[in-house]
């Protein structure tokens, strides 16, 4: 199996910077993209930005082009997640997961991510 652990959530003011970690373990062959997905309260799950793992290619929401950065650390079998310029709307649950299928460019599908972590909160005031 394939686990996934979330961290560095947390309170922040509009305009301040988090950085999200996910860290992966366990069956760790056949990964080709890892995602970060949010949740806001009474929504439903939307795509926020993804990496293929071995040419760390990237793909964004538009909603957060230009204000987060997506990376990896191959040998810590990490995924980031740079926050910059925080708004009130980025306030959610984030969501890593792993897509086991081939991809040249991460897809913003929920459906084509196999794996899912817990999630780890994330609030932003005004």
């Known amino acids: 199996q394939l686990q996934l652990v979330e961290s560095g959530g947390g309170l922040v003011q509009a305009g301040d910077s988090l950085r999200l970690s996910c860290v992966r373990s366990?069956?760790?062959?056949?990964?080709?993209?890892m995602g970060w997905f949010r949740q806001a309260p009474g929504k439903e799950r939307e795509f926020v930005a993804g990496?293929?793992?071995?040419?760390?290619?990237?793909t964004y929401a538009d909603s957060v082009k230009g204000r987060f950065i997506i990376s990896r650390d191959i040998t810590k079998a990490t995924v980031y997640l740079q926050m910059n310029s925080l708004k009130p709307e980025d306030t959610a649950v984030y969501y890593c997961?792993?897509?086991?299928?081939?991809?040249?460019?991460?897809?913003?599908?929920?459906?084509?991510?196999?794996?899912w972590g817990q999630g780890t909160q994330v609030t932003v005031s005004s």
């Open positions: 366990g069956r760790t062959t056949g990964v080709h993209v």
């Open positions: 990496i293929t793992w071995t040419s760390a290619r990237t």
């Open positions: 997961a792993v897509d086991r299928t081939f991809k040249t460019l991460p897809t913003g599908r929920a459906q084509d991510y196999e794996y």
